[in-house]
């Protein structure tokens, strides 16, 4: 009896091995399309593998995203939000918003999508040299603050007529996200999307390997014309974003601090983290902890990682003697 039945599975199982290798000889013969364009005022480049090039539903898909948080867009939900006009938030501004809110509190205000007005501010104070006066950030500290915003239905409701609202530091990673959706949703299996810098990876690359991304060396190159990478890190099933002002510097006491406004002061933070490159499970939540650390600085970063499993990130950072070094969560293994 027991013959029997291996005979008749031995036919079964020939089917299944044949089946599998025509399926594994279909995807290696299956090309890998590159798309490349314009979007969020950047540059995308995204790399799949499938029969069929599927850009225009890419770019339509990314437009929904730009119609929704654009601030350069006077149509756009964010917009009309931000001029007090009546609007009912979409379903993709919903998920960004509740994802904001979730971080400002995981992060005690470190990410404020309310902050705009005050980077600003102090942008322009940098560029002429002249620093805002304490009355003018007072000022300001009265429309900055994540709590002072809510989500009532699908409506939002400012404390301050006043307050913007700007998603630039988690819609590209968003983006990113959706694009992931909607290649998953078409059955592509390995692909990389990158918008800004924001990368959403799936399965291998093109030489069937894992995907590998460089993080940026931070260097005094303001043309940017040297590009160095201070690491390349293995990154397949899982988003990476990195946030950190690559050639915006000042120097104090002969170290280096980058031009991040802390949300709560409204000042510059004085710390030595020069880059946080963030991988989580998607491209927003890595988006805004990036964001979040360049504010927090290294150890507040490191505590809040503590707790955070889910996330993993490579730190850049000036040391005591001003010399650049770097950290990283175990298991995040740069690649050799």
């Known amino acids: 009896m027991k013959n029997k039945k291996l005979y008749w599975q031995i036919p079964f199982l020939l089917v299944l091995l ?30 799949y ?62 990410f404020d999508i309310t902050v705009a007005p005050m980077v600003n501010m102090w942008g322009f104070g940098f560029k002429t040299g002249v620093h805002p006066s304490k009355e003018k950030i007072d000022s300001l ?10 989500l009532v ?10 307050i913007m609202l700007d998603c630039s530091a988690i819609a590209k990673g968003y983006g990113s996200d959706c694009v992931a959706r909607l290649l998953e949703r078409r059955g592509v299996k390995n692909f990389m999307i990158e918008i800004g810098g924001e990368i959403v990876t799936k399965g291998n690359s093109e030489k069937r390997l894992p995907w590998h991304i460089g993080v940026t060396k931070p260097t005094d190159d303001s043309v940017n014309v040297n590009q160095e990478y201070e690491a390349v890190l293995n990154v397949t099933d899982r988003a990476m974003a ?16 980058a031009h991040t406004i802390d949300p709560k002061t409204g000042y510059p933070v004085q710390h030595s983290l020069l880059s946080a490159t963030v991988l989580a499970k998607n491209c927003a939540t890595a988006d805004a902890y990036a964001t979040s650390f360049m504010v927090m600085g290294i150890e507040k970063a490191k505590q809040l990682l503590d707790h955070h499993p ?27």
């Open 18 to 47: 044949i089946g599998s290798i025509i399926i594994v000889r279909c995807q290696h013969d299956m090309p890998y399309q590159h798309n490349t364009g314009f979007i969020f005022g950047t540059v995308y480049h995204i790399t």
């Open 49 to 110: 593998q499938n029969d069929e090039d599927l850009q225009p539903e890419i770019d339509a898909e990314l437009k929904r995203v730009n119609q929704t948080f654009s601030t350069f867009e006077p149509s756009s939900v964010i917009s009309l939000i931000n001029q007090n006009k009546p609007v009912k938030v979409n379903e993709m501004f919903d998920e960004v918003f509740t994802l904001a809110q979730q971080v400002s509190k995981e992060t005690n205000g470190a």
């Open 141 to 150: 500290r009265q429309i900055v603050g994540f709590n002072k915003v809510k």
């Open 153 to 162: 239905g699908n409506t939002i409701r400012k404390q301050n007529p006043r």
């Open 242 to 257: 990195t946030s950190g002002n690559y050639r915006n510097f000042y120097y104090k006491g002969g170290k280096k601090y």
């Open 310 to 336: 889910e996330l993993m990130a490579y730190f850049i950072y000036s040391d005591s003697k001003g010399k650049m070094q770097v950290w990283y969560s175990k298991g995040l293994s740069p690649a050799q």
